[in-house]
């Protein structure tokens, strides 16, 4: 079993941003000691507040520029856009993080000894051609379409990682499914605060495509409980995780979840679904569930009701 003694000191960076705010709030009440780096390109604000009265010392720096001599026990790298408005709108930046940044951390990892967690994404296996997608599928992705400046950063980020183990870090790799809940921001531009926003706004649900593609959903709780649980074992040279939930749905069930949870009828405006949108996400868990206890407890009604109250509440 990996160390997870109290008082243990952790650097999350990209902390301010919706996982890695999660992340630290899971490490603190376990006792541990947090720091984060984040140059705030999508952290927010009220994230940010948050964490300063935990305690938790933040400096503006990116992952690319930051340098250390501080003996971290493990660095988490939460640190890139990952909704596609926002990874998008510099996509060289968005491939650079995912080398230069992640070289960097590893790098500092090689010198200190820390271990080193990678939040990788569903978004390496692309439009997937298979109904689940285990660790051992290689991914349908386009090189040069609109998304590629994030998936291909992405799978060039976990390239990095499995050869500096080679030199001898310890890398846990997590390729996270679609997450929603508390802390997120609420104009992030994924599907689940898209349709929360309209509601709360009184504006139509858009729906790209027919609305017959599929989800996981997994809320942050239970993606952030898989992660932590996995940084407990020894996961070394067990290669990419995927940490999410099984429970598939499509975006109109979503919809009708939504609308039922208005107590209103919604209007539903259809629009054309965006290159290379992929038409089917669902994770594979059996690795996760062999290397540790970990199984998603929240369900998506529960999920969304508390994710609505968040915002409705901030």
Same mark, same amino acid.
């Not at 491939?95 to 994404?121: F, H, M, P, W």
């Not at 139509?204 to 409980?225: H, K, P």
């Not at 996995?230 to 067990?238: E, K, M, P, R, W």
């Not at 940490?243 to 499509?250: A, C, L, Q």
């Given at each position: 079993?990996?160390?997870?003694?109290?008082?243990?000191?952790?650097?999350?960076?990209?902390?301010?941003?919706?996982?890695?705010a999660?992340?630290?709030?899971?490490?603190? #009440? *376990?006792?541990h000691?947090?720091?984060? !780096?984040?140059? @705030?390109q999508?952290?927010?604000s009220?994230?940010?507040?948050?964490?300063?009265?935990?305690?938790?010392?933040?400096?503006?720096?990116?992952?690319?520029?930051?340098?250390?001599?501080?003996? @971290?026990d493990?660095?988490?790298?939460? *640190?890139?856009?990952?909704?596609?408005?926002?990874?998008?709108?510099?996509?060289?930046?968005?491939?650079? !993080?995912?080398?230069?940044?992640?070289?960097?951390?590893?790098?500092?990892?090689?010198?200190?000894?820390?271990?080193?967690?990678?939040?990788?994404? #569903?978004?390496?296996?692309?439009?997937?051609?298979?109904?689940?997608?285990?660790?051992?599928?290689?991914?349908?992705?386009?090189?040069?379409?609109?998304?590629? +400046?994030y998936?291909?950063?992405?799978? !060039?980020?976990e390239t990095?990682?499995?050869? $500096?183990?080679?030199?001898?870090?310890?890398?846990? +790799?997590?390729?996270?499914?679609?997450? $929603?809940?508390?802390?997120? /921001?609420?104009?992030?531009?994924?599907?689940?605060?898209?349709?929360?926003?309209?509601?709360?706004?009184?504006? *139509?649900?858009?729906i790209?495509?027919?609305?017959d593609?599929?989800?996981?959903?997994?809320?942050?709780?239970?993606?952030?409980?898989?992660? @932590?649980?996995?940084?407990?074992?020894?996961?070394?040279?067990?290669?990419? !995780?995927?940490?999410?939930?099984?429970?598939?749905?499509?975006?109109?069930?979503? *919809?009708?979840?939504?609308?039922?949870?208005?107590?209103?009828?919604?209007?539903?405006?259809?629009?054309?679904?965006?290159? /290379?949108?992929?038409?089917?996400?669902?994770?594979?868990?059996?690795?996760?569930?062999?290397?540790?206890?970990?199984?998603?407890?929240?369900?998506?009604h @529960?999920?969304?009701?508390?994710?609505?109250? $968040?915002?409705?509440?901030?």
């Amino acid at each position: 079993m990996f160390s997870t003694v109290a008082n243990k000191k952790h650097l999350i960076a990209g902390g301010v941003g919706f996982l890695g705010a999660n992340l630290a709030k899971r490490l603190i #009440s *376990a006792g541990h000691c947090v720091e984060i !780096i984040d140059n @705030y390109q999508t952290g927010s604000s009220h994230n940010k507040t948050l964490l300063q009265k935990l305690g938790v010392k933040i400096w503006n720096v990116d992952i690319r520029n930051f340098k250390t001599t501080e003996a @971290y026990d493990t660095i988490w790298n939460f *640190a890139c856009p990952a909704s596609p408005p926002k990874y998008q709108l510099d996509p060289i930046d968005t491939i650079d !993080i995912n080398y230069s940044g992640v070289k960097n951390l590893l790098e500092i990892c090689r010198r200190t000894g820390a271990r080193y967690v990678q939040s990788s994404t #569903s978004e390496v296996y692309g439009d997937p051609e298979t109904p689940l997608q285990n660790e051992t599928y290689k991914g349908n992705v386009n090189t040069f379409g609109p998304r590629a +400046c994030y998936d291909e950063g992405k799978r !060039i980020a976990e390239t990095l990682c499995f050869e $500096y183990q080679k030199l001898g870090v310890d890398i846990i +790799c997590v390729r996270i499914f679609n997450t $929603y809940g508390p802390l997120m /921001d609420i104009m992030d531009g994924r599907v689940v605060t898209n349709f929360i926003s309209s509601f709360l706004n009184h504006q *139509a649900l858009t729906i790209y495509g027919t609305g017959d593609q599929t989800r996981s959903f997994c809320y942050v709780d239970d993606l952030i409980e898989g992660i @932590y649980q996995l940084h407990a074992q020894s996961c070394f040279n067990v290669g990419p !995780i995927n940490v999410g939930n099984s429970d598939e749905f499509t975006i109109n069930e979503l *919809a009708e979840l939504i609308e039922s949870l208005s107590n209103r009828s919604l209007t539903r405006k259809y629009m054309p679904l965006p290159d /290379d949108d992929p038409l089917q996400r669902r994770p594979d868990l059996s690795k996760i569930r062999k290397l540790t206890n970990w199984r998603p407890k929240v369900d998506l009604h @529960y999920g969304v009701t508390k994710t609505i109250a $968040y915002f409705r509440g901030i």
